[in-house]
């Protein structure tokens, strides 16, 4: 494998870096009034609407300049924000918000504008559900809040949607159907506010990522400077209700192609304050005196679960052979057979070399994400023997194998069957990671089976560019949570959802009677609503009928961190859904890296008080 330039350069920064003993903690700023965070980054955003984007990477800047009804602790409780009470109706269909007085929306450069008031999340919520500005979150609100998927399709009136403004400090939604876990939706883009008169001012181009005056600001921080490719700057929010609690009073980010490779060098010399220390650097600095001790593990997160999915409707280039494929893809003992041949912990040792099977995911719905009466979701019967053991299995693997092979025969499929593996070209952890599978799996099932082509797709617009054009035989997908129940982790494997990955209901496939059941599966629990216990059973039921048929492959959970940081991420606002943890607000800036004593330091002291909280609730 050819070493990209990038690497290079952080092998000769590197070196200058052990020659010059420039180790051990950072300059210490002591001559700064105020704490200013720095950090590089590789990718720039498309948007700065808040309200119409599903990317993660996106929403992390509404995430800190927008407030919303609740917010969550660093221990993952709902805590009041712009909303200081709320309640819900006895019959569990509306659900009725408070709001605090004096919170105002302010320009780039902090000057108030208007206060914010329950109007603004209802105009937010037009926008949202208004077809032509194509908010990719529009569909959370369809089923959920009332009549806005007939409003989204028709256009009509919006008077019968299920928002209200009573007065500026009255907030009251209605839903299609009890929700108990509604609160926990709130904290996503689509249920953020927005100042109504700048919305109706500038229609698509709000939040356009040409400046930091397509937005007002209501939350942590406002973006001061938003300089495409070149800088952007959160400057604290003076006007906020709860300033004192954003300790941070800037953020500097500037973009750098090369991020990812030149990060760790510059925060051992003390230029930026936070580096990723990714797998191929990894050794390196855990096998040097002096660095070794400053690379810490992160906080671990359950909201994000990463599968391995199959193209059913494969649209790629002939020389790959789609239509031998589609015969072999559609095939159950052919996807047992890849499924119980892959390792995923010698893949998974590829960003996690130290504790892989600490990631091991072999459920779609990561456990500890909700449970009930203390048992964990993913402890409900259908899921239980699935969750604890590994899929991995290599005698089954060459049985699955050879029953294919029978079968495939039959209809006319050819050997070896060529399976096009894709990734994204800029991340070296998931080439490697294709590499290994690769070449693991073809060496248990034989090259007379399977021939795998791993390919490099483009660095940007990935998923545009090869998910849904269906570029690709097999591919690693996630998906991340956005409210605290199982269904938000069926969201792409349901035939009413636009990023679906399996085959759509009447579509001409051999595979269709083993999808139709799984889609009635999934009904079946979606009409579980009031009873969790017999919701969270249904939902078990049809999530393990999907792995059980390998329609899908269970991988991983997000991976921890390796990182050198002057922050404690035990202080962040903490949830597995929404976008708590992208959130900056609580957290303290240290003038130094935080060694790994430190560190265990902050996450005991976490626990400590976890626990606390916990027997209080009690």
Same mark, same amino acid.
């Given at each position: 494998?050819?070493?990209?330039?990038?690497?290079?350069?952080?092998?000769?920064?590197?070196?200058?870096?052990?020659?010059?003993?420039?180790?051990?903690?950072?300059?210490?700023?002591?001559?700064?009034?105020?704490?200013?965070?720095?950090?590089?980054?590789?990718?720039?955003?498309?948007?700065?609407?808040?309200?119409?984007?599903?990317?993660?990477?996106?929403?992390?800047?509404?995430?800190?300049? =927008?407030?919303?009804?609740?917010?969550?602790?660093?221990?993952?409780?709902?805590?009041?924000?712009?909303?200081?009470?709320?309640?819900?109706?006895?019959?569990?269909?509306?659900?009725?918000?408070?709001?605090?007085?004096?919170?105002?929306?302010?320009? #780039?450069?902090?000057?108030?504008?208007?206060?914010?008031?329950?109007?603004?999340?209802?105009?937010?919520?037009?926008?949202?559900?208004?077809?032509?500005? #194509?908010?990719?979150?529009?569909?959370?609100?369809?089923?959920?809040?009332?009549?806005?998927?007939?409003?989204?399709?028709?256009?009509?009136?919006? #008077?019968?949607?299920?928002?209200?403004?009573?007065?500026?400090?009255?907030?009251?939604?209605?839903?299609?159907?009890?929700?108990?876990?509604?609160?926990?939706?709130?904290?996503?883009?689509?249920?953020?506010?927005?100042?109504?008169?700048?919305?109706?001012?500038?229609?698509?181009?709000?939040?356009?990522?040409?400046?930091?005056?397509?937005?007002?600001?209501?939350?942590?921080?406002?973006?001061?400077?938003?300089?495409?490719?070149?800088?952007?700057?959160?400057?604290?929010?003076?006007?906020?209700?709860?300033?004192?609690?954003?300790?941070?009073?800037?953020?500097?980010?500037?973009?750098?192609? #090369?991020?990812?490779?030149?990060?760790?060098?510059?925060?051992?010399?003390?230029? =930026?304050?936070?580096?990723?220390?990714?797998?191929?650097?990894?050794?390196?600095?855990?096998?040097?005196?002096?660095?070794?001790?400053?690379?810490?593990?992160?906080?671990?997160?359950?909201?994000?679960?990463?599968?391995?999915?199959?193209?059913?409707?494969?649209?790629?280039?002939?020389?790959?052979?789609?239509?031998?494929?589609?015969?072999?893809?559609?095939?159950?003992?052919?996807?047992?057979?890849?499924?119980?041949?892959?390792?995923?912990?010698?893949?998974?040792?590829?960003?996690?070399?130290?504790?892989?099977?600490?990631?091991?995911?072999?459920?779609?719905?990561?456990?500890?994400?909700?449970?009930?009466?203390?048992?964990?979701?993913?402890?409900?019967?259908?899921?239980?023997?699935?969750?604890?053991?590994?899929?991995?299995?290599?005698?089954?693997?060459?049985?699955?194998?050879?029953?294919?092979?029978?079968?495939?025969?039959?209809?006319?499929?050819?050997?070896?069957?060529?399976?096009?593996?894709?990734?994204?070209?800029?991340?070296?952890?998931?080439?490697?990671?294709?590499?290994?599978?690769?070449?693991?799996?073809?060496?248990?099932?034989?090259?007379?089976?399977?021939?795998?082509?791993?390919?490099?797709?483009?660095?940007?617009?990935?998923?545009?560019?090869?998910?849904?054009?269906?570029?690709?035989?097999?591919?690693?997908?996630?998906?991340?949570?956005?409210?605290?129940?199982?269904?938000?982790?069926?969201?792409?494997?349901?035939?009413?959802?636009?990023?679906?990955?399996?085959?759509?209901?009447?579509?001409?496939?051999?595979?269709?009677?083993?999808?139709?059941?799984?889609?009635?599966?999934?009904?079946?629990?979606?009409?579980?609503?009031?009873?969790?216990?017999?919701?969270?059973?249904?939902?078990?039921?049809?999530?393990?009928?999907?792995?059980?048929?390998?329609?899908?492959?269970?991988?991983?959970?997000?991976?921890?961190?390796?990182?050198?940081?002057?922050?404690?991420?035990?202080?962040?606002?903490?949830?597995?859904?929404?976008?708590?943890?992208?959130?900056?607000?609580?957290?303290?800036?240290?003038?130094?890296?935080?060694?790994?004593?430190?560190?265990?330091?902050?996450?005991?002291?976490?626990?400590?008080?976890?626990?606390?909280?916990?027997?209080?609730?009690?």
């Amino acid at each position: 494998m050819k070493v990209g330039k990038g690497m290079v350069l952080l092998v000769l920064c590197f070196s200058l870096l052990l020659s010059s003993g420039c180790f051990g903690t950072s300059k210490i700023r002591d001559n700064e009034v105020d704490s200013t965070y720095r950090l590089l980054y590789s990718s720039e955003v498309s948007t700065l609407n808040y309200l119409i984007t599903s990317s993660s990477h996106e929403i992390r800047i509404g995430a800190n300049v =927008i407030d919303t009804l609740v917010e969550y602790d660093s221990f993952g409780n709902v805590i009041p924000s712009l909303a200081t009470s709320w309640k819900t109706s006895e019959d569990g269909l509306s659900i009725t918000f408070e709001l605090r007085e004096g919170e105002y929306w302010v320009n #780039e450069k902090g000057e108030k504008i208007a206060e914010v008031t329950a109007k603004d999340f209802v105009s937010a919520m037009q926008y949202v559900l208004t077809k032509e500005y #194509e908010s990719e979150t529009a569909k959370l609100l369809f089923g959920l809040i009332k009549n806005a998927k007939d409003y989204y399709e028709s256009q009509g009136d919006f #008077e019968r949607v299920g928002v209200k403004a009573y007065g500026n400090y009255t907030l009251v939604y209605t839903l299609e159907q009890p929700c108990p876990y509604f609160l926990s939706y709130l904290t996503y883009g689509c249920f953020m506010p927005a100042y109504g008169p700048l919305l109706e001012e500038r229609k698509g181009q709000f939040g356009a990522a040409t400046g930091t005056d397509t937005l007002y600001y209501n939350g942590a921080y406002v973006l001061s400077v938003f300089k495409p490719q070149e800088k952007r700057t959160f400057q604290k929010n003076e006007s906020n209700w709860d300033a004192d609690r954003v300790y941070i009073e800037k953020i500097e980010e500037t973009y750098n192609s #090369e991020a990812t490779t030149l990060a760790p060098a510059l925060a051992l010399r003390g230029e =930026i304050d936070y580096a990723a220390i990714h797998s191929d650097l990894l050794d390196t600095f855990m096998k040097q005196e002096n660095t070794k001790d400053l690379v810490t593990r992160g906080r671990k997160k359950t909201d994000y679960s990463y599968f391995y999915i199959f193209n059913f409707k494969p649209k790629f280039d002939k020389r790959y052979e789609p239509e031998n494929w589609n015969k072999a893809v559609q095939n159950e003992n052919f996807r047992l057979a890849i499924m119980s041949a892959m390792d995923r912990v010698k893949a998974l040792r590829v960003v996690e070399p130290n504790h892989p099977e600490e990631l091991l995911l072999n459920t779609i719905t990561p456990p500890n994400f909700v449970s009930f009466e203390g048992k964990d979701y993913t402890e409900f019967q259908a899921l239980n023997n699935i969750s604890k053991r590994d899929s991995f299995k290599k005698d089954m693997a060459v049985i699955y194998k050879e029953k294919a092979m029978s079968e495939l025969k039959e209809s006319g499929c050819t050997f070896p069957v060529k399976i096009l593996l894709r990734y994204r070209a800029n991340s070296t952890d998931w080439a490697n990671e294709c590499i290994v599978l690769a070449q693991q799996i073809e060496g248990l099932l034989g090259k007379d089976f399977i021939k795998f082509v791993v390919e490099a797709g483009p660095s940007q617009n990935f998923t545009s560019q090869v998910r849904e054009r269906g570029d690709y035989a097999m591919l690693k997908a996630n998906w991340g949570a956005d409210y605290a129940d199982p269904q938000t982790f069926t969201e792409v494997f349901d035939q009413h959802s636009a990023t679906n990955y399996l085959p759509l209901r009447g579509e001409k496939l051999t595979i269709m009677p083993v999808i139709d059941i799984y889609y009635d599966l999934l009904s079946e629990a979606k009409e579980s609503v009031l009873d969790i216990k017999e919701r969270y059973i249904a939902y078990a039921n049809a999530e393990a009928y999907l792995i059980k048929h390998a329609l899908v492959i269970p991988f991983s959970m997000s991976p921890v961190s390796y990182q050198m940081t002057k922050l404690n991420t035990y202080e962040s606002s903490y949830a597995s859904f929404g976008v708590s943890t992208s959130r900056y607000k609580g957290m303290k800036y240290y003038k130094v890296i935080l060694n790994n004593r430190i560190m265990e330091i902050n996450k005991a002291v976490w626990e400590k008080e976890k626990k606390t909280k916990e027997r209080l609730v009690r």
